[in-house]
């Protein structure tokens, strides 16, 4: 490795991916922009994750080890390790488009005071199909800064995932780093962190592959134990700035986010933690929903899916016949 210092820090964050992490290291090495390092952040593998990433030989590689800590401390580690002036993530059994680096590159020079560079991506669902993520952005928007992130985030997916992102380094001075210790969502907390300070910038260029046919996904295997974390956050921080500009949008954002992990719970037949979550729906204009959704909760499992199948039948037995 040479002297100079590369304009990116590209960290992929590695448990248990052997047979994805290649992938994910060759979509690195095949950017166009070649200004970058890559550290492989090993977060305690217990299968042949390590070996697979060693036997990808280049410069510009260092895999780093270290005991199981979770997802923020592997980013967190990365940071640490990182020499760049911009930091990117990568998750091990995600990938990238060879136009990645060039796109963020692009966003940065255009948009340099931004906390958040983030790009497009495709989902490849289990079963093979290829479909663009419904990220919510201004009809005609194709790059700049995001006029309203959280309204973005309430409508559609956040604009924001954790393999199709940049940060530069100062942020992290300023905002600190990724929640450490918890069991879920410490990217979405702190994207939501440096919106409430920052503005975010996006491309709808595709920069980035989202693999949901991948085996052991965090997603996949997940059983909710607590509330997401941002929603504590957020509501720290309205208290704190009730002058907010975009306040109306975050609490568009939680209740939204409140009604889909209490979903999730219905689903998953944990109606304890569903009625927590509920919790978080404080708005008047919610009451009846959060009601509602309280009642499912207390339904047998496979009520909830009973319900989705009958009102799709009941939808498509009014479309119009052709």
């Known amino acids: 490795m040479t002297g100079k210092l590369p304009r990116f820090s590209v960290v992929i964050t590695l448990y248990n991916k052997e047979r994805y992490i290649e992938r994910a290291i060759r979509s690195v090495l095949a ?10 952040i ?8 390590r070996g697979a990433a060693a036997a990808v ?11 199981n800590a979770g997802e923020g401390a592997a980013r967190n580690r990365g940071i640490d390790e990182a020499r760049a002036e911009f930091v990117c993530f990568l998750d ?3 990938e990238w488009t060879p136009s990645f680096l060039a796109s963020i590159r692009g966003l940065i020079e255009a948009q340099p005071g931004a906390g958040i560079y983030a790009t497009a991506y495709d989902i490849v669902e289990p079963e093979g199909q290829v479909v663009r993520a419904p990220i919510a952005v201004p009809a005609g928007f194709q790059a700049g800064i995001l006029p309203r992130y959280f309204a973005a985030c309430a409508a559609g997916t956040s604009p924001v995932w954790s393999s199709a992102v940049c940060v530069p ?3 992290f001075s300023e905002i600190g780093r990724f929640a450490e210790g918890v069991s879920r ?3 979405l907390d702190f994207w939501g962190r440096v919106a409430f300070a920052y503005p975010i910038a996006f491309t709808a260029s595709v920069g980035a592959i989202y693999r949901r046919d991948a085996e052991g996904r965090a997603c996949n295997t997940f059983r909710f134990q607590k509330p997401w974390i941002f929603f504590a956050t957020a509501r720290r921080f309205l208290a704190e700035h009730p002058a907010f500009p975009q306040r109306a949008d975050v609490e568009d954002y939680l209740a939204e986010r409140a009604r889909a992990d209490a979903l999730e719970c219905i689903s998953l037949g944990d109606g304890d933690t569903a009625r927590r979550i509920l919790g978080e729906m404080t708005r008047p204009a919610d009451r009846w929903r ?7 909760s207390y339904a047998p ?4 899916a009973w319900l989705v199948a009958a009102r799709r039948a009941l939808s498509a037995s009014r479309a119009p016949k052709t």
Do not use: H, K, N, Y
């Open 31 to 40: 950017q166009t922009d070649s200004d970058f390092e890559l550290l492989v």
């Open 290 to 296: 959060r009601r509602a959704l309280a009642l499912l």
């Open 169 to 171: 380094r100062w942020v």
């Open 185 to 187: 969502g410490c990217d």
């Open 42 to 49: 090993d977060d305690g593998s217990t299968d042949a994750s």
């Open 57 to 67: 030989r280049d410069d510009r590689i260092r895999l780093i080890s270290q005991p």
């Open 301 to 304: 499992p496979g009520t909830l």
């Open 92 to 94: 091990g059994d995600d």
